[in-house]
């Protein structure tokens, strides 16, 4: 077990959001959480990365499983363009949660983060700026960074908004290629419903309850499937 909620209720300015949460997730699974804007998804993902409290139930982490060390790639970039480092050097802030007092990397962390940036591609831009990368470069060099946080978990909340189709689709590659081969468990907030169901193995459906949570395929049985995908222009 990596992460596990059980009846979490969630709120955002006093007012409850999400209610009756129960999913768990074990290491390797792909869970993509769908539902509409406003439904709790952003307010649940801020709960499992430690960064609000739920106002009911509780999360559990599995053994060796904390927040402060979960990789994050949020919608919005976090990282300001303008910042005066390398990809490089960006890419290894990942490894902060871990340093403690440290004031340097060790060897292994410099190691692991030169290993991330050559199996994601990013070693021809390694040496530039985020400003002079295109979108979807910095999307990979952020999610490199993520990566260096975690080898349990990564958390993506809209990873591919405004990113154009090639870009979206490599990108979604990339993720299931590091969920498959280094075994990392991903959770992923997504509008792409036709993503969601051909890279994740289990679905959350939330609309500011739990209304499905198990294997895809299950999933893709139910009215609620059918409803969703219909209005999303998808036919499966």
Known sequence: MILKCENVSLSYDGKTVAENINFEIARGDYLCILGENGSGKTTLINALLGLKKPTGGKITYGEGVKAENIGYLPQKQSASVDFPACVREI???????KRGF??????????????????????????????????GQQKR???????????????????????DPIVTEELYEMTKKLNAEEGISVIMVSHDVSA?????NRILHIKHEQLFFGNTEDYLKTELAKAYLGGHGIGH
């Open 102 to 135: 440290r004031p340097y990397y060790s060897k292994a962390e410099r190691d692991r983060a030169e290993e991330l940036i050559v199996k994601l591609g990013a070693s021809e831009f390694a040496g530039k700026q985020l400003s002079e990368l295109s979108g």
């Open 141 to 163: 060099a952020l999610l490199v960074r993520a990566l260096c946080a975690t080898q349990d978990l990564l958390i993506l909340d809209e990873p591919t908004a405004a990113l």
């Open 91 to 97: 890419v290894r802030t990942g490894f902060l949660g």
């Open 196 to 200: 969601a169901t051909k890279f994740a």
